[in-house]
């Protein structure tokens, strides 16, 4: 490495996950902090690449975990933080953004985390998603559901994968859902349900350059086998198919779209009955 001093590399882990994105840190010479979860403190981490661990209470509440990382940098120089998992993205952020460390922000971290966000970003650049509406203007959510025929999905806005998605099939029982949320309705959105096959495409991109993407099909839709057992499969599939090639396609105008300037990504698409990818 050309720095004088070794990168101090902060991993926050909400989950025990990254053993190996801590070892290659360790072998570049970089001085590796971990935070996770107390219930996490005898977990298998490559303790042998960790020069520290600090313990959190076990929810892994932002505000505390600003101020543990504010007191931590009194007498340590952090140059990078880095998210370990997908629910940890938009807390090194909101951490990156107080000590002005580089790498991703608040803005940039919504379009990869906030469905509502992303889906407004691509669908004003002009790529394919469901029809859509913020899960908070009462009158929106009655246009939407007269406009766009039932089933509908809400989801909510920052959580992975089928968590917390509800299949809603008519206007009467939309409304019981949405007064359920109280004063969580604007963490929802109120999604069009396009039945089809579920791709994802997972990529690294350097530099805003994408260096290697993967074509994957699942082989039920996340959300079935969420809601209705079963195994959850996903195989890739040839990168010669015209489905890999159109997606890898969507995927770089995507990833430029959104601004991803670093890091590794995960997007989902489906193809509808018309044959057309849109953004998930």
């Given at each position: 490495m050309n720095e004088k001093r070794a990168l101090t590399v902060?991993?926050?882990?909400?989950?025990?996950?990254?053993?190996?994105?801590?070892?290659?840190?360790?072998?570049?010479?970089?001085?590796?902090?971990?935070?996770?979860?107390?219930?996490?403190?005898?977990?298998?981490?490559?303790?042998?690449?960790?020069?520290?661990?600090?313990?959190?209470?076990?929810?892994?509440?932002?505000?505390?975990?600003?101020?543990?990382?504010?007191?931590?940098?009194?007498?340590?120089?952090?140059?990078?933080?880095?998210?370990?998992?997908?629910?940890?993205?938009?807390?090194?952020?909101?951490?990156?953004?107080?000590?002005?460390i580089p790498g991703m922000g608040d803005t940039t971290a919504r379009y990869f985390r906030d469905k509502l966000a992303m889906r407004v970003k691509a669908r004003d650049h002009g790529i394919l998603v469901p029809e859509f509406v913020h899960a908070l203007n009462h009158d929106g959510l009655h246009e939407f559901a007269a406009r766009v025929p039932a089933p509908w999905v809400l989801k909510p806005r920052s959580e992975a994968s089928a968590v917390g998605i509800k299949k809603v099939d008519s206007g009467e029982a939309l409304w019981p859902l949405v007064e359920e949320l109280g004063d969580r309705q604007s963490f929802y959105l109120l999604e069009q349900f396009i039945p089809g096959d579920i791709f994802h495409v997972d990529s690294i991109v350097s530099e805003r350059e994408i260096v290697f993407t993967e074509v994957s099909k699942y082989g039920k839709p996340p959300m079935e086998v969420s809601h209705g057992g079963g195994v959850f499969l996903t195989r890739t599939i040839s990168r010669r198919s015209a489905d890999a090639q159109a997606l890898d396609s969507l995927n770089h105008e995507l990833i430029r779209t959104l601004g991803l300037v670093r890091g590794v990504t995960h997007t989902e698409f489906i193809k509808g009955g018309d044959g057309r990818f849109y953004f998930l």
């Open positions: 902060l991993c926050l882990a909400s989950y025990e996950k990254g053993q190996e994105f801590m070892r290659e840190c360790k072998r570049l010479g970089c001085r590796v902090l971990v935070i996770t979860r107390d219930k996490l403190r005898d977990a298998d981490w490559p303790r042998e690449s960790v020069d520290e661990f600090f313990y959190m209470p076990d929810e892994f509440a932002l505000e505390p975990l600003v101020h543990s990382v504010s007191f931590i940098a009194r007498t340590r120089q952090i140059d990078r933080i880095v998210p370990l998992d997908d629910f940890d993205v938009e807390t090194a952020a909101a951490l990156r953004e107080h000590l002005r």
